[in-house]
């Protein structure tokens, strides 16, 4: 053999053994270091996100789907975050959420329901909107608010194609997360992997790869193991101690801490914050409030829905390392509860 040829093999080997280690380095996990610099909270210094205001047209079902969209700064395709406000509510009592998210580089989408929203009880008279609020946590709204979610998630494939669209090219939807709050948790539990406990009949949309799940609650008719035993989607879920609306008295809190143990193992978290009510995850509180909001809850909300994000639309080590290590805890108050599995 020649000394060209030599070399040559030498270096095929170098180059060989450089790439294995290289393998072996990536799939190890993030030292402890890493994981204790990675901060959910922390934004870049420069432009804020941008704002948009859009309404998807269902011409099939007549209905239209207010938008409210938070771009990143950066014009590369970013992960989508879409998320479904509660009963009577709109995308407008939860731009803490979208605000943040989107600065952290995801497109934050939150959805408007028709006949669920802030229409129900705006025009009505004090007297009547309790009833009507209760009318309107109906079965058909359920249904509409599922399908909501599929034709939003077509519409924003089209507008990510189609030229000269402001969400054009913006948008990384092979890593799409779910997020809601009351009804639309229970909206995000539908389409994100709960059973409906009939063979032929499911709303899970398995574009969603992560759903973050606010104020859960396990059906009435079907046993919790049977509705959630079999859920594959990572889940994050969050409430509090007071996550009650005892005027609507829909869920108990027997209700809402019976989903966790039913999940099975693999990607499944709990948050449970002390003292917090059912407003604790919108921008102000509710009428009927009776404690005052600690300000730490919305630190906590918004890094951890930011780590458990990273890991599972970014499938980024340190965050997972965070997340499942002493992480929370740095971040949580001493009375709150913290679980994974």
């Known amino acids: ?76 395709p970013a992960p989508v975050v879409l998320f479904s406000h509660g ?3 709109s995308g407008r009592e939860y731009a803490y959420l979208g605000e943040h998210w989107a600065s952290r580089g995801y497109v934050a989408v939150l959805l408007q329901h028709r006949g669920s929203d802030t229409s129900v009880w705006e025009d009505k008279p004090a007297d009547e909107r309790l009833a009507a609020m209760r009318e309107a946590a109906s079965l058909s709204n359920f249904l509409l608010r599922v399908k909501d979610v599929s034709v939003v998630l077509d519409r924003l494939e089209y507008l990510n194609k189609a030229r000269g669209e402001a969400l054009s090219g913006r948008l990384d939807l092979g890593h799409v997360g779910m997020a809601g709050h009351s009804f639309g948790a229970i909206t995000t539990q539908a389409v994100s992997g709960q059973s409906t406990g009939l063979d032929k009949i499911s709303f899970v949309d398995a574009r969603i790869k992560a759903a973050v799940i606010m104020s859960p609650s396990s059906p009435a008719r079907i046993e919790p193991d049977r509705s959630f035993g079999s859920v594959k989607t990572p889940w994050m879920l969050m409430t509090g101690t007071h996550d009650l609306v005892p005027a609507l008295g829909t869920t108990s809190m027997a209700t809402r801490l019976a989903v966790f143990p039913a999940l099975p193992p693999g990607g499944k978290y709990e948050l449970m914050l002390f003292d917090a009510e059912h407003s604790v995850f919108t921008d102000r509180p509710l009428p009927g ?51 994974r599995k």
Not at 13 to 42: F, K, Q, V
Not at 297 to 313: M, Q
Request: include cysteine; charged fraction near 25%; aromatic fraction near 6%.
């Open 1 to 76: 053999m020649g000394l060209k040829q030599k070399t040559i093999t030498k270096c095929s080997a170098a180059i060989r053994l450089a790439c294995a280690i290289a393998l072996c380095l990536a799939l190890l996990p993030p030292p402890a270091w890493a994981a204790a610099a990675y901060d959910p909270l922390s934004v870049q210094p420069g432009p804020k996100p941008r704002l948009l205001e859009l309404n998807v047209a269902d011409e099939a079902r007549q209905r239209d789907i207010p938008l409210r969209v938070y771009l990143p700064a950066s014009n590369a």
């Open 87 to 89: 009963l009577g509510g």
């Open 289 to 339: 409030d009776s404690k005052p909001r600690n300000p730490n809850h919305h630190r906590a909300i918004l890094a951890i829905s930011t780590a458990f994000w990273d890991a599972y639309l970014r499938d980024e080590g340190v965050a997972r390392a965070w997340l499942d290590g002493d992480g929370p805890k740095e971040v949580i108050g001493k009375n709150d509860r913290w679980q």
